[in-house]
């Protein structure tokens, strides 16, 4: 049983230090497709302080390996699993997805995207190698429809907008990919991978 209080703190604590954590009408997307779809390996890219993995944990049965490049923000999240009651079925992973992703050989039922926008790409195409066939690929904020933290200027804005162009052509173009965007929270991508 996890804690809620821990859990309601890390999320307003999240909220107040303007921590991207997913947004709410999100996640009630999400709870529907954990309900459904059952998982019990998911893949997480972007950890920031712990908040969707726990959500994962929380409604479904899931055991996570998340991966947090900002070793400061994965130090936060490990504390937080841990007050939240759910550290026994999350594995943080600290480091680059870039170089960690090639590493691994697991194979998961869902793979949730939430990091670096320019490196979307990339982790799409590690998520389809890393995915059973049938499981579903997860991108949040595809839409990227302003929800923008103050340090990022017009020059970041508009690369991270080309890469989401990338990623959204390549999710809806692909015959092996089945894909639909959802505009909730700053819009979800979900795609079905057949292999």
Do not use: W
């Amino acid at each position: 049983m996890y804690n809620k209080e821990e859990f309601e703190k890390m999320k307003s604590k999240a909220l107040e230090n303007h921590i991207p954590i997913i947004m709410d009408d999100t996640l009630e997307k999400i709870k529907e497709i954990l309900k459904e779809e059952k998982p019990q390996k998911i893949l997480e890219i972007g950890t920031a302080v712990g908040y969707s993995a726990s959500c994962f944990v929380i409604y479904s049965d899931a055991k996570i390996d998340t991966i947090e490049l900002d070793e400061e923000r994965a130090k936060e999240a490990i504390e937080n699993v841990k007050n939240v009651g759910v550290s026994d079925r999350i594995n943080i992973m600290v480091g680059n997805a870039v170089d960690i992703l090639p590493t691994l050989n697991d194979e998961y039922d869902i793979v949730f995207i939430d990091a670096a926008k320019s490196k979307y790409s990339i982790f799409l195409h590690e998520g389809i190698r890393l995915i059973r066939n049938g499981g579903l690929i997860l991108a949040d904020n595809v839409l990227y429809k302003g929800y923008v933290m103050s340090d990022y200027n017009k020059h970041k804005q508009r690369t991270a907008v080309r890469h989401l162009r990338e990623y959204i052509k390549e999710v809806t173009e692909d015959a092996n990919l089945n894909t639909e965007i959802l505009e909730i929270g700053d819009g979800l991508a979900i795609t079905r991978v057949s292999k």
